[in-house]
Protein backbone atom coordinates (compact mmCIF):
# COMPACT_ATOMS: atom_id res chain seq x y z
CA UNK A 1 0.00 0.00 0.00
CA UNK A 2 2.98 2.12 0.60
CA UNK A 3 4.75 1.44 -2.31
CA UNK A 4 1.51 2.48 -4.25
CA UNK A 5 1.20 5.69 -2.30
CA UNK A 6 4.61 6.51 -3.46
CA UNK A 7 4.07 5.76 -6.66
CA UNK A 8 1.34 7.82 -7.02
CA UNK A 9 2.77 10.69 -5.88
CA UNK A 10 5.99 10.90 -7.71
CA UNK A 11 3.66 10.70 -10.89
CA UNK A 12 1.58 13.73 -9.59
CA UNK A 13 4.44 15.80 -9.03
CA UNK A 14 5.76 15.25 -12.76
CA UNK A 15 2.73 15.57 -14.10
CA UNK A 16 2.36 19.12 -12.36
CA UNK A 17 5.76 19.94 -13.49
CA UNK A 18 5.39 19.11 -17.21
CA UNK A 19 1.51 21.32 -17.25
CA UNK A 20 1.66 25.04 -18.34
CA UNK A 21 -0.90 27.33 -17.33
CA UNK A 22 -2.98 26.99 -19.92
CA UNK A 23 -3.27 23.30 -19.49
CA UNK A 24 -4.27 24.02 -16.09
CA UNK A 25 -6.78 26.66 -16.59
CA UNK A 26 -8.45 24.31 -19.41
CA UNK A 27 -8.00 21.48 -16.29
CA UNK A 28 -9.69 23.86 -14.42
CA UNK A 29 -12.98 24.32 -16.62
CA UNK A 30 -13.22 21.11 -17.23
CA UNK A 31 -13.30 20.08 -13.69
CA UNK A 32 -15.90 22.97 -13.08
CA UNK A 33 -17.81 22.26 -15.31
CA UNK A 34 -17.28 18.29 -14.10
CA UNK A 35 -18.64 19.57 -10.37
CA UNK A 36 -21.37 21.35 -11.67
CA UNK A 37 -22.67 18.55 -13.91
CA UNK A 38 -21.87 16.02 -11.06
CA UNK A 39 -24.30 18.15 -8.76
CA UNK A 40 -27.18 18.54 -11.31
CA UNK A 41 -27.22 14.75 -11.66
CA UNK A 42 -27.25 14.20 -8.26
CA UNK A 43 -30.21 16.93 -7.72
CA UNK A 44 -31.49 14.86 -10.51
CA UNK A 45 -31.62 12.00 -8.51
CA UNK A 46 -32.52 12.97 -5.50
CA UNK A 47 -35.49 14.78 -7.00
CA UNK A 48 -36.56 10.99 -9.03
CA UNK A 49 -36.21 9.63 -5.52
CA UNK A 50 -38.27 12.14 -4.09
CA UNK A 51 -40.68 11.71 -7.26
CA UNK A 52 -41.12 8.06 -6.93
CA UNK A 53 -41.93 8.24 -2.86
CA UNK A 54 -44.58 10.83 -4.21
CA UNK A 55 -45.45 9.00 -7.30
CA UNK A 56 -46.57 5.74 -5.10
CA UNK A 57 -48.30 7.89 -2.73
CA UNK A 58 -50.21 9.69 -4.85
CA UNK A 59 -51.20 6.64 -7.22
CA UNK A 60 -52.25 5.13 -3.27
CA UNK A 61 -54.59 8.12 -2.29
CA UNK A 62 -56.21 7.94 -6.36
CA UNK A 63 -57.06 4.52 -5.84
CA UNK A 64 -59.32 5.12 -2.80
CA UNK A 65 -58.86 4.85 0.68
CA UNK A 66 -61.59 2.06 0.94
CA UNK A 67 -59.79 -0.94 -0.84
CA UNK A 68 -56.41 0.15 -0.73
CA UNK A 69 -56.50 0.52 2.76
CA UNK A 70 -57.99 -2.84 3.02
CA UNK A 71 -54.80 -3.98 0.00
CA UNK A 72 -51.97 -2.39 2.67
CA UNK A 73 -54.18 -3.59 5.75
CA UNK A 74 -53.39 -7.74 4.34
CA UNK A 75 -49.80 -6.93 3.37
CA UNK A 76 -49.22 -5.60 6.99
CA UNK A 77 -50.50 -8.28 8.07
CA UNK A 78 -49.17 -10.96 5.67
CA UNK A 79 -46.21 -9.84 6.09
CA UNK A 80 -46.08 -9.80 9.81
CA UNK A 81 -47.46 -13.53 9.99
CA UNK A 82 -44.77 -14.55 7.60
CA UNK A 83 -41.90 -12.76 9.20
CA UNK A 84 -43.08 -14.83 12.78
CA UNK A 85 -42.78 -18.19 10.75
CA UNK A 86 -39.74 -17.32 9.36
CA UNK A 87 -38.32 -16.90 12.83
CA UNK A 88 -39.84 -19.86 14.54
CA UNK A 89 -38.87 -22.33 11.59
CA UNK A 90 -35.70 -20.99 11.75
CA UNK A 91 -35.18 -21.32 15.27
CA UNK A 92 -36.62 -25.12 14.82
CA UNK A 93 -34.30 -25.84 12.77
CA UNK A 94 -31.79 -28.79 14.28
CA UNK A 95 -28.58 -30.32 12.66
CA UNK A 96 -29.95 -34.22 13.02
CA UNK A 97 -27.36 -35.60 12.27
CA UNK A 98 -25.53 -33.98 15.08
CA UNK A 99 -28.31 -35.02 17.72
CA UNK A 100 -28.42 -38.51 16.46
CA UNK A 101 -24.91 -38.90 17.33
CA UNK A 102 -25.29 -37.37 20.64
CA UNK A 103 -27.90 -39.36 21.37
CA UNK A 104 -26.63 -42.88 20.11
CA UNK A 105 -23.34 -42.14 22.28
CA UNK A 106 -25.59 -41.25 25.39
CA UNK A 107 -28.07 -44.63 24.76
CA UNK A 108 -24.48 -46.12 24.63
CA UNK A 109 -22.79 -44.95 27.73
CA UNK A 110 -25.76 -43.86 30.09
CA UNK A 111 -28.83 -45.16 28.80
CA UNK A 112 -32.32 -43.62 28.26
CA UNK A 113 -31.83 -40.97 30.95
CA UNK A 114 -28.87 -39.98 29.41
CA UNK A 115 -30.55 -39.70 25.86
CA UNK A 116 -32.96 -38.01 27.34
CA UNK A 117 -31.57 -35.01 28.96
CA UNK A 118 -29.76 -34.70 25.87
CA UNK A 119 -32.93 -34.26 24.18
CA UNK A 120 -34.33 -31.61 26.78
CA UNK A 121 -30.89 -29.57 26.44
CA UNK A 122 -31.51 -29.53 22.67
CA UNK A 123 -34.25 -27.14 20.86
CA UNK A 124 -36.69 -27.65 18.05
CA UNK A 125 -39.22 -30.67 16.87
CA UNK A 126 -36.77 -33.50 16.05
CA UNK A 127 -35.51 -33.63 19.42
CA UNK A 128 -38.81 -32.97 21.28
CA UNK A 129 -40.04 -36.47 19.33
CA UNK A 130 -36.93 -37.88 20.59
CA UNK A 131 -37.58 -37.36 24.08
CA UNK A 132 -41.32 -38.39 23.55
CA UNK A 133 -40.09 -41.75 21.87
CA UNK A 134 -37.42 -41.86 24.86
CA UNK A 135 -39.41 -41.26 27.50
CA UNK A 136 -41.77 -44.55 26.57
CA UNK A 137 -39.55 -47.06 26.07
CA UNK A 138 -40.32 -49.21 29.29
CA UNK A 139 -43.35 -49.65 27.73
CA UNK A 140 -41.91 -50.98 24.38
CA UNK A 141 -41.38 -50.48 20.72
CA UNK A 142 -44.63 -50.57 19.79
CA UNK A 143 -45.62 -47.47 21.89
CA UNK A 144 -42.57 -45.62 21.21
CA UNK A 145 -43.59 -45.38 17.45
CA UNK A 146 -46.80 -44.63 18.58
CA UNK A 147 -45.64 -41.49 20.91
CA UNK A 148 -43.38 -40.71 17.78
CA UNK A 149 -45.69 -40.76 15.06
CA UNK A 150 -48.52 -38.92 17.34
CA UNK A 151 -45.79 -36.24 18.98
CA UNK A 152 -44.95 -35.70 15.12
CA UNK A 153 -48.56 -34.76 13.79
CA UNK A 154 -48.55 -32.19 17.06
CA UNK A 155 -45.23 -30.67 15.82
CA UNK A 156 -46.06 -30.92 12.36
CA UNK A 157 -49.21 -28.28 13.65
CA UNK A 158 -47.34 -25.87 15.30
CA UNK A 159 -44.92 -25.69 12.36
CA UNK A 160 -47.82 -25.24 10.38
CA UNK A 161 -49.68 -22.53 12.51
CA UNK A 162 -50.92 -19.67 11.11
CA UNK A 163 -49.62 -20.36 7.75
CA UNK A 164 -53.52 -20.62 6.11
CA UNK A 165 -53.65 -16.93 7.38
CA UNK A 166 -51.33 -16.16 4.62
CA UNK A 167 -52.52 -18.07 2.10
CA UNK A 168 -55.73 -16.23 2.98
CA UNK A 169 -54.20 -12.68 2.12
CA UNK A 170 -52.40 -14.12 -0.76
CA UNK A 171 -56.01 -14.65 -2.23
CA UNK A 172 -58.36 -12.00 -0.75
CA UNK A 173 -55.64 -9.06 -2.37
CA UNK A 174 -56.07 -9.76 -6.01
CA UNK A 175 -59.65 -10.28 -5.30
CA UNK A 176 -59.89 -6.95 -3.63
CA UNK A 177 -57.90 -5.29 -6.45
CA UNK A 178 -60.83 -6.83 -9.37
CA UNK A 179 -63.60 -5.64 -6.78
CA UNK A 180 -62.26 -2.29 -6.72
CA UNK A 181 -61.75 -2.71 -10.31
CA UNK A 182 -65.64 -3.24 -10.91
CA UNK A 183 -66.64 -1.10 -8.86
CA UNK A 184 -64.52 1.50 -10.43
CA UNK A 185 -66.12 0.55 -14.10
CA UNK A 186 -69.60 1.21 -12.75
CA UNK A 187 -68.89 4.87 -11.24
CA UNK A 188 -67.25 5.31 -14.98
CA UNK A 189 -70.67 3.82 -16.81
CA UNK A 190 -72.73 6.11 -13.99
CA UNK A 191 -70.99 9.26 -15.17
CA UNK A 192 -71.37 8.56 -18.97
CA UNK A 193 -75.12 7.41 -18.30
CA UNK A 194 -75.98 10.74 -16.17
CA UNK A 195 -73.89 12.95 -18.63
CA UNK A 196 -75.66 11.36 -21.85
CA UNK A 197 -72.35 12.11 -23.90
CA UNK A 198 -69.46 9.52 -24.27
CA UNK A 199 -66.56 11.88 -23.06
CA UNK A 200 -63.28 10.46 -22.28
CA UNK A 201 -62.73 12.71 -19.23
CA UNK A 202 -66.05 11.63 -17.42
CA UNK A 203 -64.63 8.06 -17.72
CA UNK A 204 -60.66 8.39 -17.31
CA UNK A 205 -61.13 8.61 -13.53
CA UNK A 206 -63.13 5.96 -12.86
CA UNK A 207 -60.97 3.71 -15.12
CA UNK A 208 -57.96 4.66 -13.47
CA UNK A 209 -59.48 3.84 -9.97
CA UNK A 210 -59.94 0.16 -11.36
CA UNK A 211 -56.35 -0.26 -12.97
CA UNK A 212 -54.27 1.00 -9.90
CA UNK A 213 -56.41 -1.08 -7.09
CA UNK A 214 -56.16 -3.58 -9.63
CA UNK A 215 -52.44 -3.02 -9.86
CA UNK A 216 -51.70 -2.72 -5.95
CA UNK A 217 -53.62 -6.12 -5.20
CA UNK A 218 -51.40 -8.01 -7.37
CA UNK A 219 -48.41 -6.81 -6.35
CA UNK A 220 -49.68 -7.45 -2.40
CA UNK A 221 -50.31 -11.15 -3.80
CA UNK A 222 -47.11 -11.37 -5.28
CA UNK A 223 -44.82 -10.14 -2.25
CA UNK A 224 -46.98 -12.53 -0.07
CA UNK A 225 -46.53 -15.56 -2.40
CA UNK A 226 -42.89 -15.50 -2.63
CA UNK A 227 -42.65 -15.52 1.80
CA UNK A 228 -45.41 -18.26 1.25
CA UNK A 229 -43.37 -20.65 -0.83
CA UNK A 230 -40.16 -20.08 1.84
CA UNK A 231 -42.39 -21.16 4.63
CA UNK A 232 -43.89 -24.35 2.70
CA UNK A 233 -40.23 -25.49 1.62
CA UNK A 234 -39.07 -24.71 5.21
CA UNK A 235 -41.55 -26.74 6.70
CA UNK A 236 -41.24 -29.25 4.18
CA UNK A 237 -37.67 -29.62 4.98
CA UNK A 238 -38.31 -30.04 8.77
CA UNK A 239 -41.00 -32.41 8.82
CA UNK A 240 -38.11 -34.76 6.21
CA UNK A 241 -36.08 -34.20 8.88
CA UNK A 242 -38.54 -35.49 11.81
CA UNK A 243 -39.63 -38.23 9.70
CA UNK A 244 -35.66 -39.73 8.90
CA UNK A 245 -34.92 -39.08 13.09
CA UNK A 246 -38.46 -41.42 13.81
CA UNK A 247 -36.76 -43.83 11.76
CA UNK A 248 -33.21 -43.67 13.08
CA UNK A 249 -34.54 -43.67 16.77
CA UNK A 250 -36.56 -46.87 16.30
CA UNK A 251 -33.46 -48.22 14.70
CA UNK A 252 -31.14 -47.11 17.52
CA UNK A 253 -33.95 -48.38 20.24
CA UNK A 254 -33.87 -51.80 18.71
CA UNK A 255 -30.33 -52.01 18.26
CA UNK A 256 -29.56 -50.71 22.26
CA UNK A 257 -32.34 -53.09 23.20
CA UNK A 258 -30.64 -56.47 21.39
Keep these: MKRLFSILAIAGIMAFGTVN ?3 NANTNTIVNSTIVSSTQDEGATATEEVGFHQELKKRFIEGGPGFMGIVLLCLILGLAIAIERIIFLNLSSTNTKKLTQDVEEALSSGGVEAAKEVCRNTKGPVASIFYQGLDRTDEG ?3 VEKAVVSYGGVQMGQLEKN ?3 IALFIALAPMLGFMG ?3 GMISAFDKIEAAGDMNPS ?3 GGIKIA ?3 TV ?3 VVAIILQVFYNYIIA ?3 SIVNDMEDASITLMDLLIRNKN
Design 141 to 143: LEQ
Design 216 to 218: FGL
Design 181 to 183: TVI
Design 211 to 213: LLT
Design 163 to 165: VSW
Design 202 to 204: LVA
Design 234 to 236: KID
Design 21 to 23: ANT
